[in-house]
RNA sequence: CGGGGUGUAGCGCAGUCCGGUUAGCGCACCUGGUUUGGGACCAGGGGGUCGCAGGUUCGAAUCCUGCCACCCCGACCA
């Protein structure tokens, strides 16, 4: 095996590239634009899903499943949906294939062509509301509070791993109100949850605010979502909640009697993450030897090596080990014991250290004689000898401690990575020398934005729920602003 | 879609300018031995339609024409 990443500070982009490939998360595929999703990368995917599944249940939602397929004309039906997605969508046109005249392979059957094409998800809310117009008739219907795992297809034009890839996998939550304010308290509701599942499961930091009219979902009256600071001062948007108002209900006709004995249209919602958040986990916490995973997300929490000079010994630490495997997985300690002989202990350390274990022990014959192991931290890279008696509490605290840590670590450095300027000329020596968050003063209007976003490819990233209202001037135009809003050069 | 680049073993590359034995190297892989507390060493071995198609030539990885794929930068983009 080849040696060392290329270092996050030489070339960010290739350390990531790298970085996923090596550490056995994903590779491209066959298919341009589509990655496979190796076991280790995947099993990282099911820990997000396990833990946010849990959330949206113990918020009230339930799974469903609706079909990979929509017809065409449904994403017309809503005018900022076909709008926004048109121009991504892989389009199929006909159900058959045939052998091809010259005998060599096969073509598509020009016979066979769907009287209405049908378009592959970029994302469901027609065909969900369509469906859901069967569903509700009453206010007794409401809520609908409904999340289905499944993944979508946007043609994307570049694309990279985890981060954008033209097919991913996601969770899109869709839920039907009665009224204005509950289904903004379900949006909310909801922003919150990712907000909490970003912080204590990925310890990463995230700010929550509203999007711009321009950056918003095609089709939502608001757009509320989660900002996070990578490692080289960019931003990545790791999660949006849609306050959808009645726009859905009023394309696919969704209706319901009111308590009062009046008609009404249905207020909606949708709110989604995907497996771009992997992305976002590998570069807020990595470093140049490779994975630095939370406990709460990473496979594998605890790895053992043994270290082996002659059988004897073998059996006598076998022994040794097992016994303290049970116990760490009494307490819920995910433990790999690695004693394959086929792989020396140097190479082991590497390569766990490459995928982000978060604690090793090592035990050998000299911790035999002295009732040691040595146990190394993966976000630290410290190690030191411990007793072995009662290492699994020693473990689940450590555990703990490091999950603390690297959101800690993650969190001060948005800290110091996010500035305020008053003036044009500040804005861009900071996002030129500095990167990261920048709030500013912003007059409001999509034409600054655009300009701004053309001059110094930073982007609107939200307008903070929490921001302070203060007086002030647009740093563009010069216009009053009542409020500053987070600017940043965005994945 | 514009600009640039690359296609040679599983991976990373050299060879191409200037055509000429059997196409090399590192890693990985296989066998045997010695090793094992931070990516071991020695010896032996296997693996190639040189992206595809056509052309020039006694002879093409190398020259010519066409095509394809991928990567990077831009444009585009929940």
């Keep these: 095996m080849s040696k060392g990443l290329p270092s996050r500070a030489e070339d960010y982009s290739a350390w990531y590239n790298e970085l996923v490939k090596r550490a056995d998360l994903a590779e491209n595929s066959a298919v341009r634009g589509c990655m496979v999703i190796k076991p280790y990368g995947y099993s990282i995917w099911e820990k997000m899903q396990g833990a946010l599944d849990q959330m949206f249940k113990d918020t009230g939602h339930s799974n469903a499943y609706f079909p990979l397929f929509i017809p065409k004309s449904y994403l017309s039906r809503e005018a900022d949906h076909v709008e926004g997605f048109a121009k991504e969508c892989a389009v199929v046109t006909h159900y058959r294939l045939k052998a091809s005249d010259n005998g060599s392979g096969l073509v598509v059957d020009p016979e066979a062509k769907l009287e209405e094409e049908l378009i592959v998800r970029p994302t469901s809310e027609t065909v969900i509301w369509n469906t859901y117009k069967n569903w509700i008739q009453s206010y007794r219907d409401l809520p609908i509070l409904v999340n289905q795992w499944a993944n979508v297809v946007r043609w994307e034009m570049r694309t990279r791993l985890f981060l954008r890839t033209a097919e991913f996998l996601w969770q899109e939550g869709h839920t039907a109100h009665a009224t204005r304010m509950e289904a903004i308290e379900e949006t909310q509701k909801m922003l919150k949850v990712y907000a909490t599942f970003a912080e204590k499961f990925m310890a990463v930091p995230v700010l929550q605010g509203v999007k711009t009219e321009s950056e918003k979902f095609a089709g939502a009256v608001d757009t509320y979502c989660i900002e996070a600071l990578m490692q080289d001062g960019k931003a990545l948007q790791a999660g949006t909640s849609h306050f959808l108002g009645q726009n859905f209900a009023k394309a696919f006709d969704v209706k319901f009697a009111t308590k009062e004995g009046g008609l009404d249209l249905v207020w909606g919602t949708s709110w989604g993450v995907s497996t771009r958040l992997v992305g976002g986990l590998i570069m807020a916490h990595s470093d140049d030897k490779g994975l630095v995973l939370p406990p709460k997300l990473a496979p594998i929490q605890v790895v053992i090596i043994p270290i082996v000079r002659d059988k004897d010994q073998y059996a006598l630490i076998n022994e040794k080990v ?20 086929t792989h020396k202990p140097g190479w082991k350390f590497a390569e ?19 009732n040691t192991m040595e146990i190394a931290r993966r976000d630290t890279l410290t190690k030191e000898t411990v007793s072995m008696d009662n290492i699994e509490m020693l473990v689940k605290n450590l555990l703990e401690e490091i999950q603390d840590s690297i959101y800690q670590k993650a969190l001060n450095f948005r800290e110091e990575n996010t500035s305020e300027v008053e003036s044009y000329d500040e804005f861009k020596k900071v996002l030129k020398d500095k990167g990261g968050f920048v709030k500013a003063h912003w007059d409001g209007t999509a034409e600054t934005e655009e300009r701004i976003k053309k001059e110094t490819k930073a982007t609107i990233r939200c307008i903070l729920l929490d921001e302070k209202e203060e007086q002030g001037k647009c740093i563009y135009s010069g216009k009053p602003s009542n409020k500053k809003v987070v600017f940043a050069k965005a994945y």
């Design 352 to 370: 766990y250290e490459l995928k982000g274990v978060p604690l090793r022990l090592a035990i050998g014959p000299r911790d035999l004689e002295n």
């Design 322 to 341: 097992n016994s303290i495997i049970e116990k760490m997985r009494f307490h819920g300690i995910s433990v790999h014991y690695d004693n394959r002989d």
